[in-house]
């Protein structure tokens, strides 16, 4: 019988038992990923891709069902763009190769992450599988995603979707996984494994800082809460309808749709006729105090209310606005203080007058005070230097100009890289400051000659790293035995982890 001072034999965790497994397998999968040509990672991640765009309304219906948010053919659109249109967008682009800068007397040499552990949002969350794995593979990198808990069973049946094609296609087993059963210890866990070589985290604040304290590189993302000015020199009624269709766009379920429109007084009657005429719904003073009430809690932000249609908020909040688009709530005060100028991932719009450009900044920087520093904003304008004071002077990276800002921040109406996944920088407390985009997932080796006109540099054209031969024949013999035991052991190894995890599942 055991003592108090005996230690107890603690019975493993059978769900974090299998996620240390697919680790594992994960690594394996990174070091063959490695060593294909770029002709065979892209007929992968085209495989990946098709497989993907062939079921974009399949999983855009899913996703609704699942999480009750958002607009079908809304998702179904974000779909398509993530799969074959992001491989198409960057098929020209080689992250294979090494680069070759004989100017500078420099050979870069690609270096994938290794492991990817990826975290998936409720409210973008087929659009996000299919983003970061088209990601990881096109940079050779295997990932494993990890979806919101109530967005699970589609955003798994997705990534077992591309897996497999994937795997048809020419990739190692384990090149994409997902964790079908995602809970917080898990995954916290999993993110301070020494096996990670990269977190992506797309959330809320809560597990964006748990990525960042894991220890293990992360790249996170800040809440947005986006201004847009609209100005006396725009296009009054191109505007609204810009605005109209960014803030209706999967019912505003981006994190960089618009949250409060700062118009100067000479022209907001008129855009707010333009916006009517666009089916917004302009709330009276009584239907933006029940709107309040509605939205913003006791215990925070009603999340029920989530990428739901605008005549279904409106009911829940006590009145009725038929037909709607989205709901526009005039407000008098611009500063966190006025609860509808915050992040509203809901099709409902703030709207306030300013005299002058510096007034709309002024507004703008107060609002982004305490959400949504280093995200988006955008402004609906023809005075350049309108557009330039506010972008330099409000808190942003990405300013969208006579542009819906959800798509025209996050890529898809303007030539920033098309993302799932916004950086905001030192200002919003991430390690990225862009669009994330492939480029994110590699570093480089930097083969730098001296620059002295005296030395000369080398002819690298036609090397490859991975066909080069770096052995005599007699090494290489011996190389080769090695890297077959190598393979040998893997293949063991695989065969015992599979059957640990049949024992461990029984």
């Known amino acids: 019988m ?20 697919m680790l594992d397998k994960a690594r394996w999968a990174a070091t063959r990923l490695q060593k294909l040509d770029r002709a065979t990672i892209l007929r992968i991640a085209d495989a990946a891709a098709r497989a993907g765009h062939a079921k974009a309304q399949h999983y855009a219906d899913w996703a609704v069902r699942e999480t009750g948010m958002g607009v079908v053919a809304h998702k179904k659109m974000k779909n398509e763009a993530c799969s074959t249109g992001l491989v198409d967008l960057y098929r020209s682009e080689d992250f294979v190769a090494p680069r070759i800068h004989a100017d500078r007397k420099i050979v870069e040499l690609p270096r994938p992450a290794g492991v990817i552990f990826a975290l998936v949002p409720v409210t973008n969350p087929v659009a996000t599988v299919f983003f970061k794995s088209l990601l990881a593979l096109m940079t050779r990198n295997a990932i494993i995603l990890s979806p919101h808990p109530q967005a699970r069973e589609c955003c798994a049946d997705a990534v077992r979707t591309l897996a497999e094609a994937a795997r048809a296609a020419g990739a190692p087993d384990g090149a994409i996984q997902v964790i079908a059963e995602p809970t917080i210890p898990l995954i916290e866990n999993l993110m301070a494994d020494s096996r990670i070589d990269l977190i992506v985290a797309t959330g809320g604040p809560a597990v964006v800082k748990a990525a960042y304290r894991s220890g293990n590189p992360a790249i996170g993302v800040g809440p947005g809460n986006a201004p847009v000015v609209v100005d006396d020199t725009a296009d009054i009624r191109l505007a609204a309808r810009r605005i109209v269709a960014s803030k209706a766009f999967d019912n505003s379920i981006l994190c960089t749709n618009e949250s409060t429109v700062l118009a100067f007084g000479s022209i907001a009657e008129k855009l707010l006729e333009a916006l009517k005429s666009e089916r917004a719904y302009i709330c009276k ?4 105090e029940k709107l309040r009430n509605l939205l913003f809690t006791g215990t925070g932000f009603n ?3 989530i990428g739901k249609d605008a005549e279904v908020i409106a009911r829940a909040a006590g009145f009725n606005a038929p037909g709607a688009r989205i709901l526009v709530t005039p407000v008098d005060l611009v500063q966190p203080e006025e609860r509808l100028v915050r992040e509203k991932l809901l099709p409902v719009l703030a709207f306030a007058r300013v005299a002058t450009i510096d007034q709309a900044i002024s507004a703008a ?5 305490t959400a949504g520093q280093g995200h988006s904003a955008a402004i609906h304008s023809r005075n350049e230097a309108n557009i330039m004071a506010f972008a330099a002077a409000v808190p942003a990276l990405r300013v969208a100009v006579n542009a819906g800002c959800s798509l025209g921040a996050s890529g898809f109406e303007t030539n920033l890289g098309p993302s799932m996944t916004i950086g905001t920088g030192f200002a919003g407390g991430s390690s990225l400051g ?11 080796t930097r083969i730098a000659y001296n620059k002295d006109a005296s030395e000369s540099f080398g002819n690298f054209a036609g090397l490859d790293p991975l066909t080069l031969k770096r052995a005599a024949p007699a090494q290489a013999l011996s190389l080769a ?9 893997a293949e063991l190894r695989k065969i015992i982890l599979e059957e640990l995890k049949a024992v461990l599942a029984a």
Do not use: I, W
């Open 434 to 444: 862009e669009n994330l985009t492939p480029h994110a997932f590699l570093h480089y």
């Open 365 to 369: 920087r107060s609002m982004m005070r």
């Open 285 to 288: 003073p009584d239907e933006c």
């Open 2 to 21: 055991a003592t108090p001072s005996t230690p107890l034999l603690k019975v493993p965790d059978a769900a974090l038992e299998q996620a240390r497994m």
């Open 481 to 489: 035995v090695n890297n077959g035991d190598q393979e040998l052991r």
């Open 303 to 305: 999340t029920a209310m």
